[in-house]
């Protein structure tokens, strides 16, 4: 089984991630676990998969062959996507950039959510939901891998990411998750890799980080997916 663990930058993947490790580990499975740097890198990876073995890639960018793939019974693609406001405010924050070109990235990156939204059994996860339901969210993670976590099981793994992501060298580390060199882990019930920490999560960080005029600027921009997912303004 592969997982395919992609979408909006800064949106929880890098969450995610940590789930998928975790639930894995708990059934003391065997897995790889793959985070290629350049749509390359990734095609690669995709092209010389071993839909036999268990795989994590997390990604962002979507290419042809990652739809393509996506379509065997063997992959579960999970989606990411967060208020289009705040994700500029991440990338600004940990990318270094200026505000026009967050931006544009940002807007680069929606367009492929169509594209993504097509694709069959997949799972959609909105960032929202990884800050205020993330037991309910786990649990459903785990059926879509073919794996009925106990109940508190899930609430287990919901408290060990939060205890990660309460480390004080969290908010440091993390603002370089996504230019991270690519990794090829075997994980097993004795090996385990030292997890990536996790990006502390904030809904409405647009609100206290944005500049008045940009603020404006952004709610104008992006007013249309704002709408479309039930942001508020």
Known sequence: MIIFNFGIPNSGTDWSQEVFKKIWEKQNYTFQVEEPE????????????????????????LTEEAIEA?????????????DPRDVVCSEMENSDINFSTAVDQTVSAYQ???????????????????????????FQMATKLGVLLKLNVASEIAAEIRELMAQ??????????DSLPAQALRLDE?????????????IGKWRDQLSQSE???????????????????
């Open 168 to 177: 004080p060298e969290c908010a440091v580390a993390s603002t370089a998750t």
């Open 38 to 61: 350049s749509l390359e890198e990734l095609n690669h990876l995709i092209g010389t998969m071993n839909v036999n073995e268990r795989m994590i890639i997390r990604f962002h960018l």
């Open 70 to 82: 996506a379509q065997q019974d063997a992959v579960r693609p999970f989606y990411h996507y967060r």
């Open 215 to 233: 603020r404006s600027m952004v709610n104008r921009f992006f007013k249309p997916l704002v709408d479309q997912f039930g942001y508020e303004q």
């Open 112 to 138: 492929e959510i169509h594209h993504a939204l097509c694709l069959p059994g997949i799972m959609v996860i909105p960032y929202e939901h990884i800050v205020e339901n993330a037991e309910a969210l786990i």
């Open 190 to 202: 004795e090996h385990t890799s030292d997890s990536p920490l996790v990006q502390p999560l904030m």
